[in-house]
């Protein structure tokens, strides 16, 4: 059975960090680009950050180059986003899926997604 499993949001400050998770089961990392998708309340969903099934590139939407980083662990079978000097505007609730690294838009090679994980930013 396909799954994700987005873990690792929660209330941080303003400046604060949080990891996020995604754990794949069913099939590997390596064969997708995979990525990070948002969405805040009353917006559209959006296209945070995309690496290639290979690792070896990744794209960020603008407002979060310099403070987020997408890396995955293949032996975990996990992706995850490292964010930094969150902003009150990165309150969403994040999802993990494929991805087309050029546009950041959800890839309909794997159209699988998870429950997604809160990340609330404020004082």
């Known amino acids: 059975q396909l799954q994700l499993v987005e873990s690792g949001g929660g209330l941080v400050q303003p400046g604060g960090s949080l990891r996020l998770s995604c754990a794949a089961s069913?099939?590997?990392?390596?064969?997708?680009?995979m990525g990070w998708f948002r969405q805040a309340p009353g917006k559209e969903r959006e296209g945070v950050s995309c690496?290639?099934?290979?690792?070896?590139?990744?794209n960020y939407v603008d407002s979060v180059k310099g403070r987020f980083t997408i890396s995955k662990d293949n032996a975990k079978n996990t992706l995850y986003l490292q964010m930094n000097s969150l902003k009150p505007e990165d309150t969403a609730v994040y999802y993990c899926?494929?991805?087309?690294?050029?546009?950041?838009?959800?890839?309909?090679?794997?159209?699988?997604w998870g429950q997604g994980t809160q990340v609330t930013v404020s004082s």
């Open positions: 899926s494929a991805c087309f690294i050029g546009t950041l838009a959800p890839s309909s090679y794997l159209d699988l």
């Open positions: 069913g099939f590997t990392l390596d064969k997708y680009a």
């Open positions: 690496m290639s099934s290979s690792g070896l590139t990744t």
